[in-house]
């Protein structure tokens, strides 16, 4: 096997993954190293946040951040081949309408340079009040 400094078409590198779980990344040439780096990466930041998150949020917040890629997925999935309906995998969950109203009335106006955003400093105080006492440890 090529060291994993090189992007022969034999590479394969093993990473600790979300959860402590292995994932295996493997690619034939430089830009599918990249493209498979990039989605592996897109596809655990929710993982990541959701779990920042979770000690400090009810469960519904969690679950529909932990599965906000399958929500926001509806308005550009098919652009990259993949099924943009998702999020009906979820349709039975208790959290799903916060998550549905989450991605679509809130982050996605947010890709509109035009959208009317408030300056961070506006949301500190919310922030700092969410982050002041865990629910949960």
């Not at 655990?44 to 920042?52: L, S």
């Not at 949020?57 to 929500?71: G, N, T």
């Not at 039975?92 to 961070?120: R, V």
Request: include cysteine.
């Amino acid at each position: 096997m090529a060291s994993p400094s090189t992007n022969s078409p034999t590479h394969s590198r093993r990473q600790p993954g979300p959860s402590g779980l292995e994932r295996t990344t493997r690619w034939s040439s430089p830009r599918s190293a990249t493209t498979s780096v990039r989605l592996c990466r897109s596809l655990t930041i929710p993982r990541i946040a959701a779990e920042i998150l979770r000690p400090y949020v009810r469960d519904e917040v969690f679950q529909a951040i932990l599965f906000h890629q399958d929500f926001q997925g509806r308005h550009y999935f098919a652009h990259f081949n993949m099924d943009p309906n998702l999020r009906d995998n979820h349709v039975d969950a208790a959290w799903f309408a916060l998550a549905e109203q989450f991605a679509d009335e809130w982050d996605q106006t947010s890709f509109d340079p035009d959208y009317p955003t408030e300056p961070l400093a506006h949301f500190e105080a919310k922030v700092r009040s969410v982050f002041a006492q865990p629910r949960s440890i």
